[in-house]
T-cell receptor, first 110, second 113 residues
Framework: GNSVTQMEGPVTLSEEAFLTINCTYT??????LFWYVQYPGEGLQLLLK?????DKGSNKGFEATYRKETTSFHLEKGSVQVSDSAVYFC?????????FGAGTRLTVKP | DAGVIQSPRHEVTEMGQEVTLRCKPISGHDYLFWYRQTMMRGLELLIY????????DSGMPEDRFSAKMPNASFSTLKIQPSEPRDSAVYFC???????????FGQGTRLTVV
């Protein structure tokens, strides 16, 4: 079945550091891929998405590129801020089945 | 639109009691999902509906759990009887179409004592 694997956390960075959170997926066809962010006490919010190979999703300085050849959708940000501290989830959706990775907790220190 | 609305936000109940969680999806969305989130197991898909019909309930942990969607604007997740291991945050999400993103509610934090 479909699945998502993302790097385990927690990840701790200093402000303005470069962020990469790895995500790879297994799917039978051509899923849509997503990154969600969850702040403390809140639900998941869509951060960015990509619906086909080579698409790049971007939002709030975060980027991820749909790489079909490596079945990956790594999240990157060039300069993180304290306010980016949250849990990040990689997800895929195919044929109405939406699957999430385990989540990666990011803490950014001033 | 106010987004996906879940109630209650917090629920504390005693073991053995019946618990009902409620969800109002975004108007016009044809898919509704129920997820459970715990530290140990992460985010688990319990069940999802398409046009009010349950499509996949393979994630429902056991017969104590049941979900209904009587109309396009309302769904419930019921646990009867509840057990301490059911303590978790339960999320409802809705989406439109096959490949679009799901929009999440704020979740219901359930504590069974």
């Amino acid at each position: 079945g479909n699945s998502v694997t993302q790097m385990e956390g927690p990840v701790t960075l200093s402000e303005e550091a470069f962020l990469t959170i790895n995500c790879t997926y297994t799917a039978t066809g051509y899923p849509s891929l997503f990154w969600y962010v969850q702040y403390p006490g809140e639900g998941l919010q869509l951060l960015l998405k990509a619906t086909k190979a080579d698409d790049k999703g971007s939002n709030k300085g975060f980027e991820a590129t749909y790489r079909k050849e490596t079945t990956s959708f790594h999240l990157e940000k060039g300069s993180v801020q304290v306010s980016d501290s949250a849990v990040y989830f990689c997800a895929l959706k195919e044929n109405n089945d939406m699957r999430f990775g385990a989540g990666t907790r990011l803490t950014v220190k001033p | 639109d106010a987004g996906v609305i879940q109630s209650p936000r917090h629920e504390v109940t005693e073991m053995g009691q019946e618990v009902t969680l409620r969800c109002k999806p975004i108007s016009g969305h044809d898919y509704l999902f129920w997820y459970r989130q715990t530290m140990m197991r992460g985010l688990e898909l319990l069940i999802y509906f398409n046009n009010n019909v349950p499509i996949d309930d393979s994630g429902m942990p056991e017969d104590r759990f049941s979900a209904k969607m009587p109309n396009a604007s309302f769904s419930t997740l019921k646990i009867q009887p509840s057990e301490p291991r059911d303590s978790a945050v339960y999320f409802c999400a809705s989406s439109w179409g096959t490949y679009t993103e799901a929009f999440f509610g704020q979740g219901t934090r359930l504590t069974v004592v």
